[in-house]
């Protein structure tokens, strides 16, 4: 891409907000040297994000941590916003989420707060046109890996990321369109969430009256999202589990997997997770229900319900298919 | 050695559950299998001591007919014998210079001290050996080495340093390791080398997998410095 063409149609951040990171689907096939998969918190909110563009499924968005975010387009394009509404404007006139809207020169968003949920995703036509590195967009900031500048930096005031224009010709041509993500598909990020999950019952994880304890205690004794939560994992409280007593050697780890340290209180991993890790694992969360638990604020209300993997298995695969997600 | 489904399209293969350089084998056998076998539908393989852990890829293949793929390698890794598996012609050795210098070497004196042994006698018996990469992992690049000789076995820093330099090599208990960034932490310093282990513009990252042969070749100070390192 030419130097002229990234000044020419980019956007520039004014007010980088609390995190705004740049996103693709994540970076595989990097775990085996200590290099963790990253990609969208909320999974699920980004692909949307795309499929209402017409995007690729891993085309590069920005991932807004609970607003404070300003930005300026420099040329007219058509953006989606999903995931957390964090009360968007364009040009200080409200916006709707889960929905397409076209942007002209000069066009200010803005991301304040939110009232349920913690990312907003913005996405834009044709993704932004970052270089990757591995193979990936997406910035973690403890590698110091990826993102605009490739050394893992959050997005900043006065960052530039290039994207394609639509032509004036084409704008002229075309009348501006809105894709709506249908509404039974946009999900309500409640005080109260459930989450299915496929317990460990194997030697390095943990025993079936530990993970009995752990169902009953989330129902009962009001399990709740911590303070402790970033891109890495979200401690849990209000279930107390008996010290598992055992190290495990460490082996690898997943998103999703929840993990059962000394002090009883499990954490569920994420996306920047370390790829291993050595505390007994109670089990995995099931991967479609990571999006509601990584918009849960602290104080939200978790319970959790043992599944089998054959009764998710199928459910993923047509998720996979309907987004196109090829890995 | 079983296979364990862990969530819709992740498993771990548990090998027997003690650190040695026989499971280290067998894990290096069965790696090599699947990366050759089943390549295609693995999304991130993630070997480590005593475990392989696996994700792959559901729009290639079902959860079960992948873990029998799996079972079947793992039957192979069982039945191959035990000359084959330490003479593994596809294991690499990768020879890794260190300046084992009182300068870098931050905890050589207290090693000294614990051990009885002269700080020479130390840096001789750290590069005697020839190490296993057991496991890969904390942050990127970093590689668990072992064992390292018992009389220079040191557990943790009860208080980890707020910076460790990067290419600082460190011990902690029977494990010794090459710090790959500028990081916290507790491993006692005994040396440094003027290697970049990390380069993220490189199509293969990293130096170390799991499963390489790691040798130790003490270098001088001015070769230290010739070949780009920092006091």
Redesign the interface.
Known sequence: MSQEMSLESCLEIIKPGVISLLQDYGR????????T?SGPMDEHAYLWANKILGNHFNAPQIEVCMGGFEARFSKPTVIAICGANLLPTLNRSPIKTWQTHTVKEGDVIRFSGAKHGLYAYLAILSGFKVEP??SSCSTVM????GGLH?NGEKLKAGDLLPYQAQSNKRERNIAPYVVIVPEECIPRYADSINLRF?P?L???GCDQTTINAFIQQSIHQGCRVSNDINRMGYRLQGVSLSDPNQN???????T??IQLPKDGQPIVLMKDR???GGYP?L??V??LDLALLSQSKPGVKVSFTPVE??D??GE??EY??FFD??? | MKVVSLSENTLVVLFDQTISRQTAAEVLKLKQLINKELAEFVIDIIPSYTSIHVSFNLRKISHKSFVEKVETLTQQTRQTKQADLQQNHEKNLIEIPVYYGEEVGFDLHQIADKSGLSIKQIIQTHSDKIYDVFALGFAPGFAYLGTVDEQIAIPRKETPRLSVPQGSLGIAGEQTAIYPFDSPGGWNIIGKTPIKLVDYNQQSPCIFEVGDSIKFQPISKSEFLKQGGEL
């Open positions: 595989y096939g990097m775990q085996h040297y200590g290099i998969n590195q591995l403890r590698e110091q890996l490739k496929v460990n194997s030697e390095n495990i050697i460490s082996q690898g780890i997943s999703g997997f370390q790829t291993i694992l089990g995995c099931a991967h993997v054959g998710l298995e993923l695969v996979f298919r997600v090829t890995y």
